[in-house]
């Protein structure tokens, strides 16, 4: 009898082990699904998060919920923010007293990396007033930057850091001629000197004019209700694929705070300007040689088109026989006045400039001209005109 209450001891002991071993080997896994934290991966499994597919991912995981619209601007703010800059501009002034040379800042801006080269390009209104210029990259570094070139005209400017290649992302570049109104656009920047600030917005209106530092204007410029703010000016405005399409320059606001209305220069009059101030030092000016009578005067006398003030010596224009105003025993005369540029109707020298800017230096143009009622045309070849 006893031997049998043991036999049957001994598989009862046996039977609750068995029950509790599968319980205790079966829980991690349980833990596992319920979210808790697991014990570090062996190092084969670590070494296997190095190869390339793993490098690729991003290092902050989007969380789950979020709408494709919303994954699609965090990742293009993940990527584009690398290539953004926090431009500060110092003036140089010697003390009255002293003679010792102060540092007065003058204000700060946004920019962004234009290649590997170390080339930043902003605002020309940004650095106008700076004689010394400092450049942060989005890591926190920090860089002395020398202007490179500048256009007043198209309110555009190129700074120059000495980074290595590694540390710097330049943006991926679109084109803003088939632009539409209602696409989506980003606008990345420093607004306040906040670093690393983005807006959303659309295209608001296209071929917008834009008054520049120089009193020129500006053509073609992007309309966006993106917000942009002081410091914003010279940093990118984005399409809904990242890609560079405009360079905030501007808001029209009564406040000095973002009413909805910015403005940015067209990517493709950056992608053509830009170049030119890297290798020269300032942008190409095509042209024929000619000054011009302001167009408010023009307008006063009545005289519609750009008006020929006066002709340089051996310049295209005077090897065509282009005539700026004279004197006469009665007083002034008119001379030519450029009414249109192969068959396009020309309003002022601003429409002028336009269409030799659009043509470009080397290119052939018929100036249609009216002098004193007589019309004809004559054939120039435009010149870099300094």
Partial sequence: MRGRFWICGCLLVVAIGVVLGKGLWSEPRNEAAAGTVSEPPPPAARGAASSPAAASAPLTPIPEGLGPEERRDIEVFKRASDSVVFITSIA????FWSFDVMQIPQGTGSGFV??????IVTNFHVIESGDKFSV??????????EVVGAAPDKDLAVLKISAPAE???????????DLLVGQKVLALGNPFGLDHSMTSGIVSALGRELKSPS????RDVIQTDAAINPGNSGGPLLDSSGRLIGVNAAIFSPSGASAGIGFAVPVDTVKRLVPQLI????????????????????????????????VVAGSPADRAGIEGIGRSRRGYVVGDVVTAVDGKPVKSSEDLAYAFETAGVGRSVTLTLDRQGRKRDVKVTLEDIR
């Fill in 92 to 95: 140089l002034r010697r003390d």
């Fill in 114 to 119: 234009w290649d590997k080269r170390g080339d």
């Fill in 136 to 145: 942060t990259l989005a890591d926190q570094s920090e860089w002395e930057a």
């Fill in 167 to 177: 540390r710097l992302v330049p943006l991926m570049l679109g084109r803003s001629h």
């Fill in 215 to 218: 009193n020129r204007i500006i």
């Fill in 279 to 310: 290798e020269k030092g300032r942008a190409v000016n095509p042209g024929v040689g000619v000054g011009f009578v302001s167009d408010a005067q023009a307008s006063r006398f009545g005289l519609d088109g750009a008006v020929i003030l006066n």
